[in-house]
């Protein structure tokens, strides 16, 4: 079943930036603060030029304020809000990010040089282990495109990354009671990694990504659940073994290393069978929706599984 | 001892009613904002988590009350049944937005989560057991059952024992707010066994000398 579209037209044009600006000028200074709290980052945001992308979903891309505002961000808070009103300080920007380990060429990547690769819109489902899912309209270019050019060795099996540790501007990284150990580490076998649909994003509808979804550069891999597509990367190291992932070290009978989404198999403490498509519905009445084995990507990413046990290998 | 000014005996009966109507804003504050998209984008799971604090707040305030006198000399014991019986209006609530706004009265899907799930399985339990304690909250019963009264109603203990386990599983990881009511209700409860012997140690304490022999 194939639940792609061929290219359309870019996000860009669905909604016009022009649109947010005579929109923010409505709002005023005043009610937009009010409104996105502590988002200055938001209304930083610089454009973005990209070409379509090779994937398109025909659903409608969710507000871009509900995308901003409604997120888990622990590096921010535990709160859905609080990586929208807590990541004023964070400063995106000098960034780098060294691609190590198991490669011939190693390399500390600076942000500008990423951006010169070739974006692309990606228009993909989110679905977030909670039960809950949104469409995003991603800027970014295949993770391939990046590990291709510091030639992986022959031994290297999986890919290991790193978010940063900034506790002076990642107020969930400071304090006396942290909910997760940092740095978050995630990780992707090779040939997961290496899969077309699998990208770093460094914009969003349009613009640089904002702090609160993962500033300045994020992995997006829309066929797992959504914190396998781990925020702000400063490490992307090449490894033989399947790396720690900070989730499964918090509670591996609910967390597993694939994480693929899949509506047979429930989470422990609740079912995964159904989510909630964020900003659909109005007001108490929200219908939920069928969630989608490895959430509707299963024509391109099922042969990746071929074999295996998936409910053992969740 | 601290001391709070009396209530004149005419507004006991009015203040208690007040408590009852300023117990149950919160819901419909919340509602109504749930409702006008005032709680967020996933309203219907903010409406049903803020229902569940506030039941375990309101089952929590319940036991503060014998503590409240035994340690502060504050009797406020004309409003714990109050207290009592909104903690188990918003655990109703709560169960409701569950099944029928969360779960959209897929009947299947909330027994599916009642015998497989130990959080909801907990939280259900508790429910259930507040039924017996919310039908017996008035005069007549503790009249007609006399000391067994006292021993049923010491259900409470662990209903709220088990509110705040439900909590705390519901969570992905230990936060500070389940941690918070975590600590609140253990103290409030491993007060329980130690509280005959230090209300006699206080009493001594306020008897004349001569008296102690």
Known sequence: ?314 | MPSIPALPRRLHGPSIWALYFLGLCPAVWYFYQAATGGLGFNPVKEFEHLLGIWALRFLVAALVITPLRDLAGINWFRYRRALGLLGFYYVLMHFSVYALLDLQLNLGAVWGDIVKRPYITIGMACLVLLIPLAVTSNNWSIKRLGSRWNSLHKLSYLILAGGVLHFILARKSLTLEPSFYLALSALLLAYRPVRKPLVKWKRGLGQPVQSRG
């Open chain 1, 1 to 314: 079943m194939s639940v792609y579209q061929p290219p359309k037209i870019p996000t860009s044009e669905i909604t016009p930036k022009s649109a947010y600006l005579s929109r923010r000028t409505f709002v005023g200074g005043a009610a937009a603060g009010l409104v996105l709290g502590g988002t200055a980052a938001t209304a930083i945001a610089a454009p973005l030029q990209a070409k379509p992308g090779p994937y398109k979903l025909d659903e409608k891309p969710t507000p871009k304020e509900a995308i901003t505002t409604y997120n888990n961000y622990y590096e921010f808070g535990v709160n859905k809000s609080d990586p929208a009103q807590n990541s004023g300080k964070f400063k995106p920007t000098p960034w780098t990010v060294a691609v190590e380990g198991l490669v011939n060429k190693p390399k500390m990547f600076g942000l500008e040089e990423l951006m010169k690769l070739q974006l692309e819109e990606r228009t993909y489902r989110m679905r977030c282990v909670e039960g809950w899912s949104m469409v995003i309209p991603w800027i970014g270019f295949p993770l391939k495109a990046l590990l291709d050019q510091v030639e992986p060795q022959g031994s290297a099996k999986y890919v290991a990354f790193e978010t940063v540790v900034r506790p002076s501007e990642m107020p969930g990284q400071s304090g006396f009671f942290q909910p997760l150990p940092w740095p978050y580490v995630e990780g992707l076998r090779l040939d997961e990694a290496n899969h077309p649909l699998t990208i770093l994003a460094v914009g969003l509808y349009g613009e640089t990504l904002p702090n609160q979804n993962g500033a300045p550069i994020r992995l997006v891999v829309p066929w797992k659940y959504g914190f396998k597509s781990i925020k702000s990367i400063v490490k992307i190291k090449l490894v033989e073994k399947q790396p720690e992932t900070t989730w499964k070290n918090a509670n591996a009978k609910e967390y597993g290393f694939y994480s693929n989404v899949n509506p047979a198999v429930d989470h422990p403490r609740w079912s995964q069978a159904t989510e909630q498509r964020i900003g659909e519905g109005s007001g108490l009445f929200q219908a939920r929706r069928d969630t989608l084995p490895f959430n509707g990507y299963a024509s391109e990413v099922a042969s990746l599984y071929a074999g295996m046990d998936l409910k053992a290998n969740y």
